[in-house]
């Protein structure tokens, strides 16, 4: 695939002062005006603002956030009591934060998806699970931790942006990652929220099995309309 052309665009430094008192230094307030200016100029050369971005982290966040939806139903569903501050996809099969025993509804349970469920997991960190089955879990937490609480710029990858000096991403608010990573990154969230809801589905139907056999009082069948999908014109 053959790289998209850049265009490169042409910036006019403007500086002024009031007096010409000082301006005989060697560095003067012209010369800082323009080092500043230059600064912010470096800055935004790399950063990426489109709306294909922000529906990138959209996009991100919604997949992250519809994991932790798992998790608040499977704590309802199961009645597993957890206080609705401390639940999450990752500590939710725990019987207590930072512990590794599972809890007894769980190791009991034969119930393949939900396990499959429970390995999905073991994808993800967080403060006290920093241990993880993909490598690079600790920055997709953080991208998430960023979108949530501070903010994240987004860079393009562009060689003919590479300019010399400081390091113009330095922000102690911000994490600065470039737009491949970001897809990518992105991309297997949305992976990931898919399977989770398969996994959820398929335990919530062995799960409904299990409990039909247990339980001996009437159900009524429910009979769902069909719905015919439309050809594409």
């Not at 560095?27 to 005006?33: E, G, I, V």
């Not at 010399?164 to 922000?171: E, F, L, S």
């Not at 398929?202 to 099995?209: F, P, S």
Request: with cysteine; glycine share 2%; net charge positive.
């Amino acid at each position: 695939m053959k790289a998209p052309s850049v265009k490169p665009v042409r910036c006019a430094i403007y500086t002024r002062v009031s007096t010409d008192h000082g301006l005989d230094q060697e560095f003067n307030s012209l010369d800082a005006q323009y080092d500043a200016a230059s600064a912010y100029i470096k800055s935004q050369a790399h950063a990426a603002y489109s709306l294909s971005v922000e529906k990138t982290k959209l996009a991100f966040r919604s997949a992250y956030s519809l994991l932790d939806k798992v998790a608040f139903f499977l704590n309802d569903y199961l009645k597993l009591d957890i206080p609705l501050g401390a639940v999450s996809f990752r500590s939710l099969w725990f019987v207590e934060r930072g512990s590794t025993e599972l809890r007894p509804v769980f190791t009991d349970a034969k119930n393949w998806p939900l396990r499959g469920l429970y390995w999905l997991a073991k994808d993800f960190v967080e403060r006290d699970f920093q241990a993880s089955t993909e490598p690079d879990a600790r920055d997709v937490a953080k991208i998430r931790n960023h979108l949530e609480h501070r903010y994240l710029k987004v860079r393009d990858r562009n060689p003919l942006y590479s300019l010399p000096g400081p390091d113009v991403y330095d922000d102690r608010l911000a994490l600065s990652v470039e737009r491949q990573d970001l897809d990518a990154k992105a991309l297997r969230i949305l992976k990931l929220a898919r399977a989770a809801m398969i996994h959820l589905c398929l335990a919530m139907h062995r799960e409904e099995n299990i409990r039909a056999k247990d339980d001996k009082s009437l159900a009524i069948p429910m009979t769902l309309p069909t719905w015919k999908r439309r050809p594409k014109h």
